[in-house]
Structures are given as structure tokens and as C-alpha cells.
């Protein structure tokens, strides 16, 4: 009988197992009893092989692989589409609501569109190879489909209308409206015309209307209307205010500087229309009123851990208020400094290199030049630059204090990121539809894919992380997020502990997404 070495008089053998010599190495295997009725004794019995024992201990055996697993095996995007999915229930529930025909087909390609591009005949493949094929199946986007659809939806205006006003409960005591410009390369768009446009772009496009509701919380995009590119924004306003059937005390125009005119604030007047618009330093309500020393300003309050002081001009029928923010004072006073620094060294050197030919009865300049050679004062460069630090914004609205108006000019950094998410992270700056139902159905599209991905931002942007984690950072990571099927059931697939707690953050249940997709599996 074989001695037995220390490693295997020391090995725990599980219960139900035992340790067999052959061939000079040491094997661990099943052991089980069976009773034999003819001797009427409990017999032992050997099962199969478990592994080696070895000086390094239990080395498992080698499994085989059944190779037939994986002709069946299927793979799809789990994390971005499926966040897409969860946190846009209500959402869905609406668009089942209001379009119980192709509701599914609608949330399909707004959510693809944001994770996959915005062209349509992208689609059809990425929707295959999304887990949105699993939990939504059978949708009809291919491209006789969409095209079909998109001439359906863009006539149904009126159904587009209701899905928009139902969310009017969440609507706040203010509403923000905007103008956005897109371009249009198409010849036979009845609403595709020549008209302003603050980026100088003269091609023919469609005014885009937005109205926003806002709080303290956030900038909700609430509802849109498409005009012809050469309707001017207020009166884009006037009929837009009309058809929501939105209370004009409820509303308020934020624009931009281009937008500050004398004509443009008699216009809003004549509507009756509320507004907070900035106005450039230069202006005269603007320019003659910036006080010179932070002690001539009326007070000061506390913005987002910055201090900004406060002077009101009050007038018979508006109050222009003057900011001061400190922080903005700071950047733009290094930036004047560096600036003035660098001209005056300039000048410095040109002195000194003229000086030196000058010695060698060489010379560049003439007398009048050499003579501007001079350091720019301090005191004098900054007659014209009182203004640093400081907005400027008009109001109509005498309800508002001083912190509210500041506060609501700043969600205008919102509405900005929303339009710039729109052109650039979305791509939906320009179209390509040839006629206006299909232009309309294109816009609804856009507005659906917009509200996904404006609620991203909310959520990047309530875990402070607005400045390390941009949307397509945050899709680009998602994406990445797999889910496996060999054999009957779904698996999420292995991922790295930095997507293990990105995931976390932002709250993604994957196992719940996991079990709904092989909940639908069973019914198929």
C-alpha cells in the first residue's frame, strides 16, 4: 500500500468524497452507498472525478466545454438604452397614453438617437443590437416604416399638443420662452425662410420656439412650436402663449443680449409680456450707472458661494438692476491684467531692440513711433473697462426682487445647455425633411430624445458632477454595458469595478433590468 505523503494526510476531504493512488499522483473523487438486497449491505460506490491533490493543494478538473452553447449565443447594449428605459416610465406611460398605436416605436427611436446618432437609417441596426429589442420587441422601424410613420405622426399636431400640456402640473409660477434657429437644406419646406439669426448663418431655417418652466430646481422644457425662419420671436411668443393657453402673468421672456432693443422692448410692451433681458455695458441705462467702488452699491447676497453686490435703477415702467459678481469681477479682472501685462512688455521690448539699432545708427521707426513707445497706464486702460464683473439686466416685472431676477437670468445658462445638447451632443441643428408633416414629426422626435437627455444632465448635475461628466461621457460609458444570453436565460456581463460604481452612482438596477428582459423572454 502506498505511503501517504503529509499534503495528503493533512487535505480536509469533503464529506462524500474519497482519495484514490493511481499511477503515482493522488486524485480526489465522489464516494457514495448503495445497498445491495442480495447481501443485504450497504456497499460503497465511486463517482466521478473531482480533481488532483497536489503539493499546491485541489486542482479542480478540467471542465469540457460544450461548443453547441454558443451557436446561440446573444449579445446586446444593456446600460445606456436601459437607463433610457427605467427612468423614463412616466414618459412612456404618456406616449402609451397619447399614440397607443406606436407608442413603443416612439421611445425606440428617441432613445437610440441619443445613444446611437440622430440619422434614421441607423436605427433598425441598433435597435437589434440594444436590449430595447428584448424589453420593447417587434418594432416596425425599419425604413418603409419610419417613413411611413413620420408622414402619420407630423399630422397628428393635435395629439402632440395634449402630451405636451399634460405635464402642465409640474409647470412652476414661471415660464421662460427662447427662439432657437435650425437650418434647413431643403427646397420645398413651407416654414424654411430667410430671417435673423444671432450666429450669421443666411441659409433659409425654421424658428424653433421653446417654452421652459423653471424653479429653483431645475429648467423643464415644456413645450415647443416650429414657425417660418422669418416670424420674429415675439410674435413667435404672442401665438405660442395663445395656444398653450399658458397665463401671460405666469410667463416671463428671457433672451440674450443680441435681443435687448428699443424695439424689441416696445414690442414685448405691446404684448403685455414679462422679461428679463441683459443689455450690453455699453447701453446708456447700463454704462452711466455702474457704480465705481463696491461701497456704492445698494446691497449684496449670496449666489451658488458667491457674493454679488446690487444697485436698482427704477423707472416708470421697468427696473434696470446691476449686478456685480464677484467671482466674474475676478476672471475678468486677471484676464485685464494679463492682457495689459503683456501689451506693455511688448512695448518694452520694441523699446529696448529700436534703442539698441538707434546706437548703431540703424533704425525702424520714425520719431513719432519710437515716441508711442510708451507703458499703458493702469488708471487709463481701466476708464473704459468699469464694467468688469458686472450684468446688466432690464425687467418689467416689479414683483421680482433682486436675488429672483439674478436667479432667473441664470437658468438661462440651462436653456443654453439644453440648445447646445440639441445642436451639438443630439446633432439635430440642421434638417433634412422635405415637407412639413415630416418637418413636425422630426421636431416631436427631437423634443422626446431632448427630455432624455435633459433629465441625464439634472441627474449628473444633483451629484455635482456637471463638471467631470458630460452626456456623452456618461452615454459612452453606459454603452459599454453588456448583457449576455447563452442558453435559456439573460446574464449582465462582467464589468469592471469603475463601471461597477459609475453604475451605482446614477442608480442603474441592472438586475431589475435583467429579470424584466427574461420576464419578456418567457412571453415570447
Known sequence: MQEKPEYIINFQRPKNTEIKYINGHWYLYERSSRYDPKTKKMHKVSGQLLGSITEEGFKPKKQKIDHKIFENVEVVELGATGYLWMKNQELANQLQKHFPDYWRELFIISALRIVNGSRFKRLEEAYETSCLSKLLPNADIGKNELTSMLHSLGKRRGEMQKFMLEESDKLSSYMIFDGHRIISDSGTLENAAMGYDSRRRFKNQVNL???????????????????????????????????????????TVLADKGFGSDDNFTLLEECNLKYIIP??????????????????YDDCFSYHNRSVLHKAILKEDCTVHIFLDTFLFANEMNDFTQRLEKK????????????????????????????????????????????VGTITLKTNDKNLNAVQVYSLYKKRQAIEEFFKVYDDSLDFNSSYMRDNYTEEAWLFLNHLSSIMAFNILDEIYLRDKSKTISLNDFISILSKVFADKAGNDWHCAKITKKKADFIKLFNLDLSALISEMNAMNVLM
Open 209 to 251: 420656439i421653446y417654452a421652459f418652466s423653471v424653479n429653483s430646481e431645475r429648467c423643464f422644457p415644456y413645450y415647443y412650436k416650429q414657425f417660418s425662419g422669418d416670424i420674429p420671436d415675439i410674435s413667435a411668443f404672442s401665438s405660442m402663449i395663445e395656444e398653450t393657453g399658458i397665463k401671460k402673468e405666469s410667463l
Open 279 to 296: 443689455i450690453k455695458r455699453t447701453n446708456g441705462d447700463s454704462k452711466f450707472n455702474i457704480p465705481t467702488s463696491f461701497v456704492d
Open 344 to 387: 506693455n512688455n511688448t512695448t518694452a521690448i520694441q523699446k529696448q531692440k529700436e534703442e539698441e539699432r538707434r546706437k548703431k545708427g540703424k533704425t525702424r521707426m520714425s520719431e513719432e513711433e519710437f515716441s508711442a513707445l510708451q507703458p499703458v497706464n493702469f488708471k487709463d486702460a481701466f476708464v473704459d473697462r468699469i464694467g
